[in-house]
């Protein structure tokens, strides 16, 4: 588990003072892969290379499986961060080194025999899908096969946390698409919690169970995706599952309807239409791939205003139907 408190990044350069992270508290339960989704400049990866204290926050504690890193030692601190891997964006490999000699580095200098080294690189190699490129060099190499020696290389040491920087934006949509379900095979294979940090929605839709939402240095939202999906005034929902903007038609007659999994794929508008007598239209919304479940979000308008009794009752039948209900 990884438990962020009050964490707060300050920078200061000629005079200037800047606020990278504000105050970000976050929890990330064992086993998950956590999404932190934000513009350029939001704070993401400040936050992320906190997380191993690459960067010291100015206040605030980061605690790691029960540690808390922020106070330990330079040495401590060095052992803890064995059980770190990271990803870069722009893998960081060794070009004069082979795919093998890159992934058994973090080996080498934690004095890894040489054996053990040769059968764990074996394994990760399997792991990954390039046992036939072990003695290929870098240059030789796509840029997902790249990223997949950055994934392993930062699985090299058994850690329990993987952090992922960007991991898949210098990727096309295709290989981005094979490096996601590689970590998510990854993270179910060996147990390790995933951290990612993005701009793009369709990676926290693809493998994210939660996510955070960043903007100029603050978590704005967070919580996990199933929640969040299912609550009509999620910002990040908003992104995930967009919906739009309310239209002209008169306000007392919109409703946005948020539901996953089974409720996805049944005819709820349908049955709520006959049952109440009235007639719903789709305005906007869709449903979508969300960390391997179905999940919607619409934008209906009714044919009708309803009153008190009545409301309460369409909202009753669709949330016995597993549909939440809001005004936009």
Known sequence: MIVVDSVTKVYENRGMTVTAVDDVSLTVGSGEIHGILGRSGAGKTTLLRCLNLLERPTSGTITVDGLELVGLSDADLRSARQRIGTVFQHFNLFHARTVSDNIAFPLEITGVGRSERRARVAELLDLVGLTDRANAFPSQLSGGQKQRVGIARALAAHPSVLL????????????????????????????????????????????????????????????????????????????????????????????ILSFRSESATEPVLSHASRELGLDVSILSGSVEQVGGRTAGRLRVALSRPLDGPDHDRFVGFLAAQGVMVSRP
Not at 182 to 199: C, D, F, M, P
Not at 226 to 251: H, N
């Open 164 to 255: 992922c920087d960007e991991a898949t934006s210098a990727l096309d949509p295709a290989t981005t698409e094979q490096i996601l379900d590689l970590i998510k095979v990854v993270n179910e294979t060996t147990g390790v919690t995933v951290v990612l940090i993005t701009h793009e929605s369709g990676v926290v839709r693809r493998i994210c169970d939660s996510a955070g939402l960043m903007e100029d240095g603050r978590l704005v939202e967070s919580g996990r995706l199933a929640d969040l999906l299912a609550d009509p005034g999620s910002r990040l929902a908003e992104q995930l599952i967009p919906v739009g903007r309310p239209t002209d038609s008169e306000p007392s007659v919109e409703y």
